[in-house]
């Protein structure tokens, strides 16, 4: 069956500092990967997504994700965090119409 | 462009009554999905309607149903209110070009049941 595994329940950051936020998968075809972040209180902002090609995909606020076939992983990533990127951040993979499947998320905080 | 809305934003009710929330896709969207979110449970999908046409469906009772619009706009309804239903529903649009495509969220609706 599909799933997503977010290993890291809480996270914490010092401002400034890099970030790597871990999600492994399993899907039995091409999987299309999907991070988004969700602020206390509010909906599911889209940060960046996985269908083909390059491997290393861009996306909104500083964020990228590299997706390695080999290690099952879609892992996020930011050089230097700020106070505003604290929310929590969920790892999707796509299913049949339209059904995404959720990490369970991982909470980041960030220290002064 | 307009994003995802859905109303209402909170609902307060009781065990035993129904609930029908409302989701408006972003204008040109024809997909609208479904999700539930619980601390306990996390994300879960409920199901998703394109062109009117339900096309898949979670793993929840037969308490839970949606219909989608000519407009695409979508309802949720929920009978028979249980404690559990508690949670934050979650509704999502997509364009559909293609058979997968990015779903984009609205802010959900908040309902808790006493």
């Known amino acids: 069956a599909q799933s997503v595994t977010q290993p890291d329940i809480h996270i914490t950051v010092s401002e400034g500092a890099s970030l790597e936020l871990r999600c492994n998968y399993s899907?039995?075809?091409?999987?299309?990967l999907f991070w988004y972040v969700q602020s206390p209180g509010q909906g599911l902002q889209l940060l960046l997504k996985?269908?083909?090609?390059?491997?290393l995909v861009q996306g909104i606020k500083g964020f990228e994700a590299e997706f390695k076939r080999s290690q099952s992983s879609f892992n996020l990533r930011k050089p230097s965090v700020h106070w505003s990127d604290a929310a929590e951040y969920f790892c999707?993979?796509?299913?049949?119409?339209?059904?995404?499947?959720f990490g369970t998320g991982t909470r980041l905080l960030v220290s002064p | 462009k307009a994003g995802v809305t859905q109303t209402p934003r909170y609902l307060i009710k009781t065990r035993g009554q129904q609930v029908t929330l409302s989701c408006s896709p972003i204008?040109?969207?024809?997909?609208v999905s479904w999700y539930q979110q619980t601390p306990g449970q996390g994300l879960q999908f409920l199901f998703e309607?394109?062109?009117?046409?339900?096309?898949n469906k979670g793993n929840f009772p037969g308490r839970f149903s949606g219909r989608q619009f000519s407009n695409s706009r979508s309802e949720m309804n929920v009978s028979t209110l249980e404690l559990g239903d508690s949670a934050l529903y979650l509704c999502?649009?997509?364009?559909?070009?293609?058979?997968?495509?990015?779903?984009?969220f609205g802010p959900g609706t908040r309902l808790t049941v006493l």
């Open positions: 996985y269908f083909s090609g390059d491997t």
């Open positions: 204008s040109g969207h024809r997909s």
């Open positions: 309607y394109f062109s009117e046409t339900q096309r």
């Open positions: 899907y039995g075809a091409t999987p299309y």
């Open positions: 999502a649009s997509s364009l559909v070009l293609a058979e997968k495509d990015t779903q984009y």
């Open positions: 999707a993979v796509l299913t049949g119409f339209q059904k995404l499947v």
